[in-house]
């Protein structure tokens, strides 16, 4: 019977350590999760400050195609000035474009980023969740092993008495 116990209580803190282990593993990717849910949430405060730049900067460039478009009308008559306004005129269109371009890449990569983001604060839940079962589990083991040390105890100091 005492090799039994033994066994058993052998066998209960096998379980013991493989709850430990799992628990430290489990607590070690929620640190990893976290640190690149950070990273990824700096990566999308750094694209929206990008997007906003990048709106404002189109924003100029609008006003500025618009004033030379009017530039452009009004200045006819000076043919020579006229044909160099026409250049900046479309090589500022030409940037506006490449600056829509890159904003409308940096909205697609803000939207990635919320993705990537809204998955990773799912699987850091799930794997709380996770650990939360396993500490639970734990400590139960932890219980067992604790009534079952007082009865190893107890039946010592009964056949003790015998």
Request: glycine letters at 4%.
């Amino acid at each position: 019977m005492a090799d039994r116990i033994r066994e058993k209580m052998n066998q209960l803190r096998l379980e013991a350590d493989e709850s430990s282990a799992k628990v430290e593993e489990l607590q070690a990717k929620v640190k990893a999760l976290e640190q690149e849910n950070l990273a990824k949430e700096q990566e999308i405060t750094s694209l929206s400050h990008k997007n906003g730049l990048l709106e404002s900067e189109n924003e100029k460039m609008d006003t500025t195609i618009k004033d030379l478009k009017k530039a452009a009308d009004e200045g006819l008559q000076h043919g020579t000035h006229n044909e160099t306004l026409q250049r900046r005129l479309q090589l500022l269109e030409e940037e506006a474009e490449e600056a829509d371009k890159t904003l409308r890449e940096t909205n697609e990569k803000l939207r990635q980023t919320d993705v990537k983001a809204g998955h990773f604060e799912r699987k850091v839940q799930a794997l709380e969740n996770e650990r939360d079962q396993w500490e639970g589990k734990y400590e139960e083991m932890s219980k067992k092993y604790q009534g079952l040390q007082k009865e190893l105890e107890d039946l010592q100091a009964e056949i003790g008495n015998i």
